[in-house]
């Protein structure tokens, strides 16, 4: 496959339907929702519309955006919420829910790929890990401590032993965003540094760097690492705030890792309620481009050949996507 001049890969996006979510994690959902103003609402009436708004389960409306942004490829970090998710109700398998995700990036001629979702705990994680890097679309782990498990747990050590033995990158959540029924703190930056001190040779991607409260600590943790790379899905919400600060931090960032491990993204979860038409995504890979001008007398943030690599090339590395290599 042939790369166009100008390559954009989306490094951190998703995509689902409502129904492939577990039902104690939408009732926990539901829950945050109904606490969001006064008066509170009942949970209950809330339940049935979580993330039915965020629902594109063919991924039509997500290659009309890719489309219309010039984004040739996206990258979907499977998460693994099934066992926090299960105080209520069914759920869809992991191993079911992965495999959405190769059927999705077979059908998709080479415009999605996926990094497989796996809790640790399952106590056949072994077999799961196993058959999720076997497919073909999948190109990575995703890891969400914040469903309840440690990183330096020794029970898990034999995932990043795998990893490592794969040259797989580790996708580990680094934001304090969450709530119920997350754990957060699990998944603090400084958490995925002392994992790094365990694993040196681990290629791990700090989701979301950190965003907001702790992306200096993210930054100061992968500039440790030969092998840490900040991925910056989320943080159009600082550069359509506060576009000079966004800049301020990425140029920061270049400074410490080099853009050679800074990796774009958007995490947008796409769908009727939830940029359908992709204006959002063409207004953050506007921006996200803007890093090569100048701005209000500044110096642009990266060269063009750096831009190339925040926009694309680092997550063509990074993941392997060398359908674009």
Same mark, same amino acid.
């Given at each position: 496959?042939?790369?166009?001049?100008?390559?954009?890969?989306?490094?951190?996006?998703?995509?689902?339907?409502?129904?492939?979510?577990?039902?104690?994690?939408?009732?926990?959902?539901?829950?945050?929702? =109904?606490?969001?103003?006064?008066?509170?609402?009942?949970?209950?009436?809330?339940?049935?519309? &979580?993330?039915?708004?965020?629902?594109?389960?063919?991924?039509?409306?997500?290659?009309?955006?890719?489309?219309? =942004?010039?984004?040739?490829?996206? /990258?979907? @970090?499977?998460?693994?919420?099934? !066992?926090?998710?299960?105080?209520?109700?069914?759920?869809? @398998?992991?191993?079911?829910?992965?495999?959405?995700?190769?059927?999705? +990036?077979?059908? +998709?001629?080479?415009?999605?790929? *996926?990094?497989?979702?796996?809790?640790?705990?399952?106590?056949?994680?072994?077999?799961?890990?196993?058959? !999720? &890097? =076997?497919?073909?679309?999948?190109?990575?782990?995703?890891? *969400?401590?914040?469903?309840?498990?440690?990183?330096?747990?020794?029970?898990? +050590?034999?995932?990043?032993?795998?990893? &490592?033995?794969?040259?797989? @990158?580790? &996708?580990?959540?680094?934001?304090?965003?969450?709530?119920?029924?997350?754990?957060?703190?699990?998944?603090?930056?400084?958490?995925?540094?002392?994992?790094?001190? /365990?694993? @040196?040779?681990?290629?791990?991607?700090?989701?979301?760097?950190?965003?907001?409260?702790?992306?200096?600590?993210?930054?100061?943790?992968? +500039?440790?690492?030969?092998?840490?790379?900040?991925?910056?899905?989320?943080?159009?919400?600082? =550069?359509?705030?506060? *576009?000079?600060?966004?800049?301020?931090?990425?140029?920061?960032?270049?400074?410490?890792?080099?853009?050679?491990? !800074?990796?774009?993204?958007?995490?947008?979860?796409?769908?009727?309620?939830?940029?359908?038409?992709?204006?959002?995504? /063409?207004?953050?890979?506007?921006?996200?481009?803007?890093?090569?001008?100048?701005?209000?007398?500044?110096?642009?943030?990266?060269?063009?050949?750096?831009?190339?690599?925040?926009?694309?090339?680092?997550?063509?590395?990074?993941?392997?996507?060398?359908?674009?290599?």
């Amino acid at each position: 496959m042939t790369a166009p001049a100008e390559l954009v890969i989306d490094g951190h996006m998703h995509v689902w339907d409502a129904g492939w979510l577990p039902e104690g994690l939408r009732r926990a959902w539901a829950r945050q929702a =109904a606490g969001r103003r006064h008066p509170e609402r009942d949970p209950e009436e809330i339940v049935g519309r &979580v993330a039915v708004g965020e629902s594109d389960p063919d991924a039509r409306l997500t290659y009309a955006a890719f489309d219309r =942004a010039g984004v040739a490829a996206g /990258v979907v @970090p499977v998460v693994d919420w099934t !066992i926090v998710g299960r105080p209520a109700g069914e759920h869809l @398998p992991v191993a079911d829910l992965n495999a959405r995700y190769e059927e999705l +990036s077979a059908a +998709s001629a080479g415009r999605l790929f *996926y990094c497989g979702g796996l809790d640790p705990r399952h106590p056949d994680a072994r077999e799961l890990f196993e058959r !999720i &890097v =076997a497919q073909p679309g999948c190109r990575g782990l995703k890891l *969400y401590p914040a469903a309840g498990w440690d990183l330096r747990d020794p029970a898990h +050590s034999w995932l990043f032993e795998e990893l &490592v033995e794969r040259n797989l @990158p580790a &996708v580990i959540h680094t934001s304090p965003l969450g709530g119920d029924p997350l754990q957060v703190i699990r998944c603090r930056p400084a958490e995925v540094g002392a994992l790094m001190a /365990v694993h @040196p040779t681990l290629t791990v991607v700090f989701a979301h760097a950190g965003l907001d409260a702790w992306w200096a600590e993210a930054l100061d943790c992968a +500039s440790g690492w030969q092998r840490g790379y900040l991925e910056l899905s989320l943080w159009q919400r600082v =550069a359509f705030e506060d *576009y000079a600060e966004f800049r301020d931090r990425v140029g920061r960032m270049r400074r410490q890792v080099g853009a050679h491990r !800074i990796v774009f993204g958007s995490d947008i979860i796409r769908g009727p309620r939830s940029d359908p038409d992709g204006t959002e995504l /063409v207004r953050w890979v506007e921006l996200a481009r803007g890093l090569a001008e100048p701005y209000r007398g500044d110096r642009p943030v990266f060269a063009r050949e750096e831009l190339d690599l925040f926009l694309a090339h680092n997550a063509v590395r990074l993941f392997d996507l060398k359908e674009y290599a």
